[in-house]
Nanobody, 124 residues
């Protein structure tokens, strides 16, 4: 099984930056694709970004394209989400997820493993 632990969330002013980390256990880390999702109160969990097993292909929701960057460091078994130019509407709980042998990167149902989430709050 894969265990995911997010960190790096917090309170930040609009226009600021945060870097989220997702530390993963498991000896098959390099063969997994990873995604970041977020969920605000009363809303569905929505796709934010994903990175495939090789790290060469990334995918972003239109709402974060150009502002967020997903990356991975296989040696550290860690996936990152660099968030710049943060807006109030980015406020949500952020969750990392992992899957092996799937290309449904933007769908919640496409992932097998989930972290507990880390809260990001953007103030005006």
């Amino acid at each position: 099984q894969v265990q995911l632990i997010e960190s790096g969330g917090g309170l930040v002013q609009a226009g600021g930056s945060l870097r989220l980390s997702c530390a993963a256990s498991g000896h098959t880390f390099s063969s997994y694709a990873f995604g970041w999702f977020r969920q605000a109160p009363g809303k569905e969990r929505e796709f934010v970004a994903a990175i495939d097993w090789s790290g060469s292909n990334t995918f972003y929701a239109d709402s974060v394209k150009g502002r967020f960057t997903i990356s991975r460091d296989n040696a550290k078994n860690t996936v990152y989400l660099q968030m710049n130019s943060l807006r109030y509407e980015d406020t949500a709980g952020y969750y990392c997820a992992a899957v092996r042998d799937s290309t449904w990167y933007s769908q919640v149902s496409g992932y097998d493993y989930w972290g507990q989430g880390t809260q990001v709050t953007v103030s005006s």
